[in-house]
């Protein structure tokens, strides 16, 4: 059984509740529904789950439901002897996205009272766009992801007091000692190759056999590829052309999305394919990263629409494309091959899962530097640079962005495989693990890293 972070805030609203109903969004195949169901079997003596897709793909109980006393009586047809005790029922909505209209009923059933819900759903953006009320003030939307490096430590059983102790050495501006560094790079690298997704991690802790990882990636991506058509026919073979064509933008040296190259149309722009970049990153399977020309507090005012990177959603998916069954290219550093798509692949994954929007620094004169995230403290912008090679002091692009006056940066980290923790200037270089602590807002003193 995995731990997961979202178990603490489903705690929470099983144990005091609330006057919103929880909604838990993100990707399909990430955990949602069955940590639902494990937290909620554990507060609520009955627990009742309707799958709407799997309803949506077979009887359609729920289609035209648009009453709640309607609901109520579906419901009853195949749950009735589990909704007797309301205080000690909770009802699961699983993939509410499958019939936009119920998000509109939200607000009647918690208004009703009669029941404790919760609901998932894996394009609620979408969704909503659909909805001709809007739920408003009656939902929570908690967004949730894959596991992240952290979470893979604890699969593999790696303690608190072992973590606890690298965040302090994080904190501190120091390095850790380097059998410590070659333990937790060690488990770096194979998240590198395993990635977040529960199948995928569960296949590894249980067989440690590669060959088994990739097929449960394999299938997330297969699903993730067919999901396209089910929710939008028209754009469908755009939005499969630009998923499969991502690995192939990241392995290019600028990594950007290339128009021309999703339907071989000469002078495509970015605006022909809105609903396409819409949905790929709404539904949570890939992670869009926009350009900032002028980066100045806060990075949304400064984004460029049509300079775009995306980046998959999950590290694994990455490294099974472009490796399959081989290790070696992750895990003994293999000289002739470029790691650097797949270790901002990596940071791009733990940075979304902390919640921050990201950003990407582009001037035709002055350069690209990979990542650009806010700090809510200073107001001002924080350049990252990832480094996959030996040479991290090498980066012009992110030189020239600090010591631009004009762009007011108190702080930039480079990224890279080196054990060493060093200050220089307004630079700090550490390892590349060390991200998994980088959170949107301040945790020690004033210091948002």
Known sequence: MLRRKIQKILEEYFRNGSNKILIISGARQIGKSFIIRQEGKKHFKNFIEIDLIEDKNGKGVFANVSTKEDFYLRLSSFAGERMKEGEKTL??????????????????????????????????????????????????????????????????????????????????????????????????????????????????????????????????????????????????????????????????????????????????RSEQYTEEFEYLSKSGICNEVRAVANPKFPLIESEEKNLLKLYLNDTGLLTRILYQNNISAIMDDTLSLNLGAVYEQVVCSELTCHGFPLFYYHNKKKGEVDFLIDDYNTLSAVPIEIKSGKDVTRHASLTKFVNNADYNIKQAFVLSNDNRVRIEGKITYMPIYYVMFFTPYATKGSMLF
């Open 91 to 268: 009802i699961f909505l699983d993939e509410i996205q499958a019939y936009p209209q119920l998000l509109t009923l939200l607000k009647f059933l918690k208004a009703d009272n009669r029941f404790t819900y919760i609901v998932s759903g894996s394009l609620l953006g979408l969704a909503l766009k659909q909805t001709l009320s809007k739920p408003g003030g009656s939902i929570e939307v908690i967004q949730m992801y894959q596991l992240d490096f952290e979470e893979f430590l604890w699969a593999n059983g790696v303690g608190e007091d072992f973590i606890e102790h690298i965040k302090n050495c994080f904190e501190n501006r120091i390095s850790v000692t380097p059998d410590i560094h070659k333990i937790i790079l060690d488990l770096f690298k194979k998240f590198l190759l395993v990635g977040g997704l529960p199948d995928a991690v569960n296949s590894y802790i249980q067989t440690h056999n590669i060959v088994n990882v990739r097929s449960a990636q394999k299938e997330v991506y297969q699903l993730y590829k067919g999901d396209a058509g089910q929710y939008d026919t028209l754009h469908k073979l755009a939005i499969e052309r630009i998923y499969e064509l991502v690995p192939s933008y990241l392995e290019n040296k600028k990594k950007r999305v290339v128009y021309n190259s999703i339907e071989g149309k000469k002078n495509a």
